[in-house]
């Protein structure tokens, strides 16, 4: 096959740059390879089995059109203070014209245009003067928030919109490598994501935007072609469930609390993630049947409680390269004491130094949402560093938040971030390989789908000049 574009994976990087090229009139012909499915076809059947079956050939709810956005709580940042390191490469006055114009987008496809956050400023001078005496800094940002139902609605359209404007999307399709020469791509290798044989895809220009799910494979790319790379951060944490009364004040004040901390001794960075008010605590599995924890919230669906993830943040330095490797390796160790499932602990019996039992777990007033998920001991595989950090972090949001480190709060884990590999680029997005760029999360610039989206959108003006030229 030949195009002018190949892009290899249909998240919201690779979408909003076929999207970004078609608003502004190109002719190019585009080819997206997805290794999942159509975004009509994605099913996850938990619903039905009640647990997790570990789908094959892959995760429906992280992998299809628009990734994990399809099945994520939907939540668009709309500050360059959220969203990974885009801004260091770009600037922060032109990310967020990226962001707001992005924004625009979101909402020509029907997403809700109310914003969370820009409401209550007494409330929230109340809430960041409690996180100040924490040691805690409350980040500033307005939250557009679709919803997981309503995000499938609006990527289904996006969809619907790239294939009736020619764009070619090959479902069931991953790339296997590379077509290198001289220092310039000429394409990629791909083959169907059941097995068989491999075709080649030439291209006059290659995106690849695989988002988290991918970040362990480009990474190899890179070593592989010598595409200039460097080790980045590793996120490990858990995902914390409380009643909704806990977090009534920042969730009705600003939807989602961003607090970011760096506690005593080791003093990383622990931020929280993803907040989903009324939501559900989720199950992901990876490709290497890795299980990790997330969380979903919907516009019409409400749970008792809210849950959100703790993260603290890891960086290696030589001899060691492997980031990626090293926070799998937490996540199997923790999947092997939860016998390939998600680990629920109680708050409380971590710090008196106990597993939780599931009697515990039925007298409380945290009910989990994630109902699987087996009660053990967390602290049993997560390292030292990390668990301290994060219930050193959790007791400083209690003085933010009473009731958050309450003996029923709940912990889940594994909460893992993969999108430590980051491939070396100028602020035009190119990289030391002609014809090649790497966006998105798997790229190590960015984490989330404002930012993820707003960096294919760039990507898709950067190509609609040099076509115009």
Same mark, same amino acid.
């Given at each position: 096959?030949h195009?002018?574009?190949v892009?290899?994976g249909?998240?919201?990087?690779?979408?909003?740059?076929? &999207?970004?090229?078609?608003?502004?009139?190109?002719?190019?012909?585009?080819?997206?390879?997805?290794?999942?499915?159509?975004?009509?076809?994605?099913?996850?059947?938990?619903?039905?089995?009640?647990?997790?079956?570990?789908?094959?050939?892959?995760?429906h709810?992280?992998t299809?059109?628009?990734?994990?956005? *399809?099945?994520?709580?939907?939540?668009?940042?709309?500050?360059?203070?959220?969203?990974?390191?885009?801004?260091?490469?770009?600037?922060?006055?032109?990310?967020?014209?990226?962001?707001d114009y992005?924004?625009?987008?979101?909402?020509?496809?029907?997403?809700? =245009? =109310?914003?969370?956050?820009?409401?209550?400023?007494?409330?929230?001078?109340?809430?960041?003067?409690? *996180? !100040?005496?924490?040691?805690?800094k409350l980040?500033?940002?307005?939250?557009?928030?679709?919803?997981?139902?309503?995000?499938?609605? !609006?990527?289904?359209?996006i969809?619907?919109?790239l294939?009736?404007n020619?764009?070619?999307?090959?479902?069931? =399709?991953?790339?296997?490598?590379l077509?290198?020469?001289?220092? *310039?791509?000429?394409g990629?290798?791909?083959? @169907?994501?059941?097995?068989g044989? #491999?075709?080649?895809?030439?291209?006059?220009?290659?995106?690849?935007?695989?988002?988290?799910?991918?970040?362990?494979w480009?990474?190899? &790319?890179?070593?592989?072609? =010598?595409?200039?790379? #460097?080790?980045?951060?590793?996120d490990i944490?858990?995902?914390?469930?409380?009643?909704?009364?806990?977090?009534?004040?920042?969730?009705e004040?600003?939807y989602?609390?961003?607090?970011?901390?760096?506690?005593?001794?080791?003093?990383?960075k622990?931020?929280?993630?993803?907040?989903?008010?009324?939501?559900?605590?989720?199950?992901?599995?990876?490709d290497?049947?890795?299980?990790?924890?997330?969380g979903?919230?919907?516009?019409?669906? @409400?749970?008792e409680?809210?849950?959100?993830?703790?993260?603290?943040?890891?960086?290696?330095?030589?001899?060691?390269n492997?980031?990626?490797?090293y926070?799998?390796?937490?996540?199997?160790?923790?999947?092997?004491?939860?016998?390939?499932?998600?680990?629920?602990?109680?708050?409380?019996?971590i710090?008196?130094?106990?597993?939780?039992?599931?009697?515990?777990?039925?007298?409380?007033?945290?009910?989990?949402t994630?109902?699987? *998920?087996?009660?053990?001991?967390?602290?049993?595989?997560?390292?030292?560093?990390a668990m301290?950090? !994060?219930?050193?972090?959790?007791?400083a949001?209690?003085?933010v938040?009473?009731?958050?480190?309450?003996?029923e709060t709940?912990?889940?884990?594994?909460?893992? @971030?993969?999108?430590?590999?980051?491939?070396?680029?100028d602020?035009?997005?190119?990289?030391? !390989?002609?014809?090649?760029?790497?966006?998105?999360d798997?790229?190590?610039?960015?984490?989330?789908?404002?930012?993820?989206?707003?960096?294919?959108?760039?990507?898709?003006?950067? &190509?609609?000049?040099?076509?115009?030229?």
């Amino acid at each position: 096959m030949h195009c002018d574009l190949v892009i290899i994976g249909a998240g919201p990087a690779g979408i909003f740059t076929a &999207l970004q090229l078609l608003r502004r009139g190109s002719k190019k012909r585009i080819v997206m390879v997805e290794k999942g499915s159509p975004i009509e076809k994605r099913r996850c059947p938990k619903g039905k089995t009640g647990r997790c079956v570990n789908c094959k050939p892959y995760c429906h709810i992280t992998t299809g059109f628009s990734g994990a956005g *399809a099945f994520s709580d939907g939540k668009l940042s709309l500050s360059f203070e959220v969203g990974g390191q885009l801004p260091e490469l770009i600037g922060e006055k032109f990310a967020q014209e990226m962001i707001d114009y992005t924004d625009s987008i979101y909402l020509d496809f029907g997403a809700d =245009h =109310h914003v969370e956050g820009l409401e209550a400023t007494d409330k929230i001078k109340e809430i960041r003067t409690r *996180a !100040i005496r924490a040691g805690l800094k409350l980040v500033d940002c307005p939250i557009r928030h679709m919803g997981t139902e309503k995000a499938q609605e !609006i990527y289904g359209a996006i969809q619907n919109y790239l294939m009736d404007n020619g764009v070619e999307i090959l479902f069931g =399709h991953s790339c296997t490598n590379l077509l290198l020469d001289d220092g *310039a791509c000429l394409g990629v290798l791909v083959e @169907k994501a059941t097995g068989g044989g #491999q075709m080649e895809i030439r291209a006059g220009t290659t995106v690849v935007a695989t988002g988290r799910r991918g970040a362990d494979w480009l990474e190899k &790319l890179c070593e592989e072609h =010598h595409i200039a790379h #460097q080790p980045g951060t590793v996120d490990i944490g858990v995902r914390v469930e409380v009643r909704n009364e806990v977090m009534e004040e920042v969730n009705e004040a600003l939807y989602e609390s961003k607090l970011v901390g760096y506690p005593k001794p080791f003093r990383d960075k622990v931020r929280t993630f993803c907040q989903n008010p009324g939501g559900f605590v989720s199950q992901e599995n990876y490709d290497n049947d890795l299980a990790v924890v997330n969380g979903h919230s919907y516009k019409d669906r @409400k749970s008792e409680n809210t849950n959100l993830s703790i993260l603290s943040s890891h960086n290696f330095t030589y001899p060691f390269n492997q980031p990626i490797a090293y926070a799998q390796k937490v996540g199997e160790l923790t999947n092997m004491l939860a016998n390939g499932q998600i680990l629920v602990q109680r708050f409380g019996d971590i710090l008196d130094g106990k597993r939780t039992w599931e009697k515990e777990l039925l007298r409380s007033n945290v009910r989990p949402t994630l109902p699987d *998920a087996v009660p053990g001991d967390i602290t049993a595989g997560m390292p030292y560093r990390a668990m301290t950090n !994060i219930v050193n972090f959790i007791q400083a949001m209690d003085e933010v938040l009473p009731g958050f480190a309450s003996v029923e709060t709940l912990l889940y884990s594994p909460e893992l @971030k993969f999108y430590s590999n980051r491939v070396k680029m100028d602020e035009r997005l190119n990289t030391n !390989i002609r014809n090649f760029y790497a966006l998105g999360d798997s790229s190590g610039w960015t984490r989330g789908l404002m930012m993820a989206s707003a960096m294919g959108v760039l990507c898709g003006q950067k &190509l609609a000049d040099e076509e115009e030229a």
